[in-house]
């Protein structure tokens, strides 16, 4: 069965500062990682989709990478705001019927 | 793209009464899945459509648990005998056809048995 890991479970830093998301999982047979948003409260909002035949993907400040053979994603946020305080979550399908999440990490970037 | 829509927003609900939830996704969505998530946890599948067909189930989805889409349109999960382990918030997403398609959420039902 595929296990999702997600560390730290929680990041505290100053605005302005560059940071670094951990996922990591255990099968490497996957179709494709998404990254997502979720704010208290609400629903997931999809960041970032990377193919199994991709490396990496950007959007704007934030740029995901992806190495299938060791089994871990990274997310990379460049010079964080306040506004982006809240829980990133990644997963991860096998194919497209059923994803698989990770527990999140709680981001709160403090202004 | 008016987004994923699910309804109600809460539920509050004595334990031993059944309930149900519905999910309008995007309308070109042919694939709708949903999720329950518990508070510091990422979320759990419970089942998934390809239009009206439900293709995959979870363990987690004992026989209380009924999900239906008629049409192949909006989808309805309905508890039975609802137990406060039930206690939760329920997400829908959705997503287009093709293997690399993001997927879309609704805001969820939050539902409490007390």
């Known amino acids: 069965k595929q296990e999702v890991t997600q560390i730290p479970a929680a990041l505290s830093v100053p605005e302005g500062e560059n940071l670094v998301l951990n996922c990591s999982f255990t099968?490497?047979?996957?179709?494709?990682l998404q990254w997502f948003r979720q704010d208290p409260g609400k629903g997931l909002t999809s960041l970032l989709l990377?193919?199994?035949?991709?490396r990496e993907q950007t959007s704007g400040r934030l740029n995901a990478s992806l190495d299938k053979s060791s089994g871990r994603s990274t997310l990379y946020i460049a010079a964080s705001q306040p506004g982006d305080s809240a829980t990133y979550l990644c997963?991860?399908?096998?194919?497209?019927?059923?994803?698989?999440f990770g527990s999140g990490t709680k981001l709160n970037v403090k202004p | 793209d008016t987004g994923v829509s699910q309804d109600p927003r809460h539920k509050i609900t004595k334990r031993g009464q059944n309930v149900t939830f519905r999910c309008d996704p995007i309308?070109?969505?042919?694939?709708l899945y949903w999720y329950r998530q518990t508070l510091g946890q990422g979320p759990e599948f419970l089942t998934y459509?390809?239009?009206?067909?439900?293709?995959?189930k979870s363990r987690l989805l004992s026989d209380r648990f009924s999900a239906e889409r008629p049409k192949g349109s909006f989808s309805t999960l309905e508890i039975q005998r609802t137990e406060q382990g039930d206690s939760a918030m329920y997400l829908c997403?959705?997503?287009?056809?093709?293997?690399?398609?993001?997927?879309?959420f609704g805001n969820g039902t939050r539902l409490t048995v007390t």
């Open positions: 990377i193919q199994s035949s991709q």
């Open positions: 309308s070109e969505h042919n694939r």
């Open positions: 099968d490497s047979a996957i179709y494709n």
């Open positions: 997963a991860v399908t096998v194919n497209f019927n059923k994803f698989y």
């Open positions: 459509f390809q239009n009206e067909a439900q293709l995959e």
């Open positions: 997403a959705s997503s287009l056809p093709g293997g690399n398609s993001p997927l879309h």
